[in-house]
C-alpha cells in the first residue's frame, strides 16, 4: 500500500515537529518503515488503497445497520445506567 505523501509529512510535522530538522527525517523514514511492516503483518499493508477504501465502505455500512436509528450501540446515550447501578 502506497502511503499519502502530504498525510505522512503533516503526521511528521505533528509527531516530530519539536525535534530537530536534521534528525527529524531520518526518525520519520525509520517509524515509516516500522508501520509499514507492521501494517503489512496485520495484514492490510497487503491490499490496495480501492481495497481498504472498499472494506472500510462495508464496515461502516455494518455499524450504520447495527445502530439503525441510534446514536450509540447502548441506545440513546454513550453510557449504560445499568452499568453504574449500586455504585457510589
Known amino acids: 500500500m502506497q502511503g499519502n505523501e502530504s498525510n505522512w509529512d503533516f503526521t511528521v510535522n505533528r509527531a516530530l515537529g519539536d525535534i530537530p530538522r536534521l534528525i527529524r527525517r531520518p526518525l ?5 518503515s516500522g508501520a509499514a511492516t507492521s501494517m503489512h503483518g496485520q495484514g492490510l499493508g497487503r491490499h490496495s488503497e480501492a481495497d481498504i477504501n472498499r472494506f472500510l465502505r462495508r464496515d ?14 447502548n441506545g440513546v446515550s454513550g453510557w449504560d445506567r445499568r452499568a453504574t447501578q449500586g455504585r457510589s
Open 28 to 32: 520519520a523514514t525509520i517509524f515509516r
Open 60 to 73: 461502516l455500512q455494518a455499524l450504520a445497520a447495527t445502530l439503525g436509528g441510534q446514536m450509540f450501540i
